[in-house]
């Protein structure tokens, strides 16, 4: 069977500044793309012509093949039970939802599709390729794929971490604490429009000239992390026991903590050799 088709081939160069695309996102049963499957597969609609109505993120839970459970890791972390993969939609149904709501994406060149905007898409994309399958289609997927992951990376050297979470923190894109592909395509979408004048001011305006950039290999080396808080504001606080909170960087609660020394524990997470979430 031949893979569908989505939107026009038209070949156009559109401003990334009002870039019709879908921001994807997969939650999946687990991180092997060869033995998991994927579990829900959110999108939320970008460009300068999408309304109020047209922006609300959409997600689908994806009924999983016979005989595979959901495990309760992946249940703990989405927030997902498996009482409610009974009436999830199965896979091809959940594709032609996916291409419908890329179906008047405008392309951007001969024989692609619309534009997926994916952060870390070298885990997604296998992912995607393995549910296409499922639906009985051969050969690769059928769009544009964007890594906002591999642009923060080039874009933010000196960033200590660039995963959704860490970022959508940076920017201060909201971000809920189960990893729901609604929730996370909503933050791909946010991150995308932070990244966006970044990316004009390194001279990258065109949808060309953005596969021309990635095209080019990234600058060599390690750059030093640089942290969003002044070494000098740590170095001020009091060594005493107490409590203390991390907030994204629109103010939102991201952790509470209590320590014996504010400063020792403060300091810990502005170390490499130190193992922290993406607080």
Known sequence: MKRPAAGDPTGIDPSLETLAALALDCQTTGASARRDHVLEIGWARTGSAADATTRAPCACLVALPDGVTLPPRIAGLTGVQASALEIADKPAAVWQKLLAAAGDLPVPADG????????????????????????????????????????????LPRMPRCGLRALAGYFGVALGEHKRAADHAAATRGVWEHLVPLLAAAGVRQWSQLTAWLERPPAAGKAARAYPMPSSRRRDIPDVPGVYRMRRGNGDLLYVGKARSLRRRINSYFQSRRRHPEH
Request: with cysteine.
């Open 112 to 155: 692609a599709g619309g534009i997926l905007l994916i952060h870390y898409a070298r885990f997604e994309v296998p992912f995607l390729e393995g549910l296409l399958a499922r639906c009985g289609y051969d050969g690769g997927l059928p769009f544009e794929i964007v890594c906002t992951h591999a642009i923060a990376r080039r874009l």
